[in-house]
């Protein structure tokens, strides 16, 4: 009882009291999934799924319960799934929103080696029989269900052998959901696996895009996608050939018609290795670090190190790439050499004098057009890798450093960048570092960096609790969640309590 009274307190120190909602004990089904959904990058609210019960038909109960930002309940009811009987379990695997309506969902677990086996991962036998339901949350009606794959007509042992694709929803604002369909590599998918199509939220198809890139014989194609707007889908096309070379595109669609409006080859000057790349403004930007070149590849490919210290030694520093998507031309390819950071006492390799190398964790960009690049220091020895401080660097809106900030963080085994948000009247953004490997001595640590000013400010937050697990999660402007695990539900009658705690931040 003490420790619980020692959390209250340090929450009350920095927070004023909570918003909270409680999810009952596994007594009242088995939790899928609480999850936050977004709308345009701003928190809509929360989704709560269930699995209830089987009947003796295989009949799955699914409950869902969708929350607003406040907790406050929007819409609750049931999902009723089929399972087939190749001794497995129906589960659901995945939740997406788009423009108010909310799409499920679910594929069957194999009975293998002992145990159910989780899906994705495990080849051809991971994740099968899918399907799918869409709920419209004002309405609180299921307006489209069925199955992805045209080929499965009923859930059996036969069409098991022919479901060898998975699939994949995106978002798609105004429309309502993008599909990626993908096969497994092996099976029988032929030119239908990386196949793309939208459909509106009664899942009725509105477009579809395949690939008309010609392959040589032996040779694979690989189309992600990296980011989507309300105007268009960016996709990367890559072609590997090992550690030889790989080929790679940048192919922009209509995200109304699924037109191709470019195919762009990737170049570079450097090795680089993507910390990630998104649409904003008309243009594609796209950051890392860079790399001493190697021959014919573009991207880094780490697994061509045979030790960690040897991959790390070549990266000399970070980049940013922006395309306009109007002309369709590169107009900007700017690599910063570690060197060029102000204040800080860092090699040609990016390791800093007793705190060891940069793990670049986010960047963000400002709108007065500067950068913020979030990073943390670690040493590795062997399989184990300790993490250090939290170091931040701010660069102008040609890239180039401006100041460099460093902060002492508990040194833990994982990396504790766990996500960002907004400020309260666009005054900054949030930056949220949590411990996520040591359950006795959690620490959150909140960077508030304000745009009008460019200041920084660290608030410091030890979460310590013997009788529950902490997680953190996106919660609405000025706030952040906090998730409370507990280790014994039967005891306390709940399986996860979730509060809303107000952030301490500056007006400016």
Not at 172 to 193: A, I, M, P
Not at 209 to 219: M, P, Q, R, T, W
Not at 296 to 325: C, M, N, P, W
Not at 345 to 358: A, H, P, S, T, Y
């Amino acid at each position: 009882m003490k420790k619980i009274i020692s959390l209250l307190f340090l929450l009350s120190t920095l927070f004023s009291f909570a918003q909270s909602y409680t999810v009952l004990n596994e007594t009242a089904g088995e939790i899928m999934a609480f999850s936050p959904i977004y709308e345009d990058a701003n928190l809509y609210g929360y989704v709560e799924v269930r699995k209830m019960n089987v009947d003796e038909k295989a009949n799955v109960t699914f409950k869902y319960i969708v929350l607003d930002k406040n907790f406050n309940k929007i819409c609750t009811g049931d999902m009723l799934e089929k399972q087939s009987p190749v001794r497995a379990k129906r589960n659901l695997y995945d939740i997406t929103f788009s423009n108010g309506y909310l799409k499920f969902d679910f594929s069957e677990r194999i009975w293998a080696l002992g145990e159910y086996v989780p899906s994705r991962g495990w080849g051809a036998m991971d994740s099968f029989f899918e399907t799918y339901q869409v709920l419209d949350i004002k309405n609180n009606k299921i307006i489209a269900n069925g199955i992805y794959n045209s080929k499965i007509e009923v859930f059996d042992k036969k069409h098991f052998s022919k479901d060898d694709f998975f699939y994949t929803n995106y978002p798609l604002e105004g429309t309502g959901f993008l599909v990626k369909v993908d096969g497994y590599h092996g099976g029988n998918s032929g030119n239908e696996r990386n196949t793309f199509y939208a459909t509106n939220f009664k899942n009725e198809k509105i477009w579809e895009y395949k690939s008309n890139e010609i392959l040589k014989k032996n040779v694979s194609l690989i189309i992600n996608v990296l980011d989507y707007d309300n105007q268009n889908i960016l996709l990367e096309e890559f072609n590997g050939y090992g550690d030889k070379k790989d080929i790679r595109n940048f192919v922009l669609l209509d995200t109304k018609t699924g037109k191709e409006l470019f195919k762009l080859p990737i170049k570079g000057t450097y090795l680089l290795e993507r910390e990630n790349v998104y649409l904003k403004d008309g243009k594609i930007y796209e950051w890392g670090r860079f790399f001493e070149e190697e021959k014919k590849l573009l991207y880094h490919q780490k697994y061509l190190y045979a030790t960690y210290e040897e991959y790390e030694k070549k990266s000399l520093g970070v980049f940013q790439r922006i395309i306009d998507i109007k002309s369709a031309q590169l107009t900007k390819d700017k690599y910063v050499k570690y060197s060029e950071f102000p204040t800080l006492e860092i090699n040609e390799n990016g390791k800093v004098k007793n705190d060891g190398f940069l793990s670049f964790q986010k960047c963000t960009s400002n709108p007065d057009g500067t950068f913020m690049i979030l990073a943390e220091s670690y040493w590795q020895k062997h399989q184990y890798r300790a993490y250090n401080k939290l170091f931040t660097f701010l660069l102008d809106k040609d890239f180039n450093p401006i100041k460099t900030t460093e902060y002492e963080v508990k040194r833990t085994k994982g990396y504790k960048y766990d996500f960002s948000q907004r400020l309260p009247n666009k005054t900054g953004r949030a930056y949220f570092f949590f411990d996520k490997t040591d359950d006795k001595d959690l620490e959150l640590n909140i960077l508030n960096y304000y745009y009008k000013s460019q200041k920084e400010t660290v608030q410091k937050m030890p979460l310590t609790n013997d009788e529950s697990s902490i997680a953190i999660f996106p919660a609405k402007e000025g706030y952040i969640g906090i998730a409370e695990y507990f280790k014994n539900p039967e005891k306390k009658g709940k399986y996860m309590e979730i509060r809303l705690e107000k952030l301490n931040y500056e007006r400016e």
